[in-house]
């Protein structure tokens, strides 16, 4: 079974600081998907990492795959209170069609203003 | 740009009774995903069709069932409602392939009372 463990689970900090959110797991990943949700409503797509060691800016987030696409990084610089909500990391498999999103363990982030 | 869609947005049903949540993917896209997220939880996946022939299975109760229309819209069933079905379904549509990105839809809030 492909796990994917997320730290921290929980982060609340003040606006304007930088903070990091891991994602990690032994299995290796064709791609990973960062997603960020907010209460009662869908995920929504913020990234898509493919190749090992990539590195992806939107805005103030910086988005990284490990080299052996087993693990990525969000870091967001100077936060902000829309920033507030659930951080989903979601990696999928080889093989088939279809291949299912795993999801990470989820990061709550509260960016008190 | 048009997003998935599914309803309703918010269901109550009592115990032992049956549910039917409805998805329409983005069009032209081909692969559809179904999703549990219980409160404080991750999503669970629960099933995928591709083609309108199922492609993957999680850990969907045999309660439940799916299916994929030829118009690619796609049915969630559930019937014997316990109260630990109480949460959120999601559905996700995306092109096939390895690295395609899959997006979600608002959801459907379960509620069995």
């Known amino acids: 079974t492909q796990l994917l463990e997320q730290s921290p689970q929980f982060l609340s900090i003040q606006e304007g600081e930088n903070l990091t959110v891991y994602c990690n797991s032994s299995?290796?990943?064709?791609?990973l998907q960062w997603y960020r949700q907010e209460p009662g409503e869908g995920p929504v797509l913020l990234v898509t990492?493919?190749?090992?060691?990539e590195v992806k800016k939107l805005k103030r987030l910086t988005f990284q795959f490990g080299d052996a696409r087993k693990d990525s990084s969000l870091h967001i610089t100077a936060a902000q209170p829309g920033d507030t909500g659930l951080y989903l990391c979601?990696?999928?498999?080889?093989?088939?069609?279809?291949?299912?999103?795993?999801f990470g363990t989820g990061t709550l982030l509260a960016v008190q203003p | 740009a048009a997003g998935v869609i599914q309803s309703p947005r918010h269901l109550i049903k009592e115990k032992r009774e049956t549910a039917t949540l409805k998805c329409y993917p983005i069009?032209?896209?081909?692969?559809v995903y179904w999703y549990q997220q219980g409160p404080g939880q991750d999503p669970q996946f629960l099933i995928s069709f591709y083609e309108k022939m199922q492609s993957d299975k999680g850990s969907i109760p045999d309660r439940f069932s799916a299916q994929q229309f030829s118009d690619y819209h796609s049915e969630l069933n559930m019937s014997s409602l316990e109260l630990g079905d109480s949460a959120l379904y999601f559905c996700a549509s995306s092109h096939s392939g390895e690295n395609t990105e899959a997006f979600f839809g608002q959801g459907t809030r379960l509620t069995v009372v």
């Open positions: 990492v493919v190749t090992g060691g």
């Open positions: 069009p032209r896209h081909d692969t």
């Open positions: 299995s290796v990943f064709s791609s």
């Open positions: 979601a990696g999928k498999g080889y093989g088939g069609a279809t291949n299912k999103l795993i």
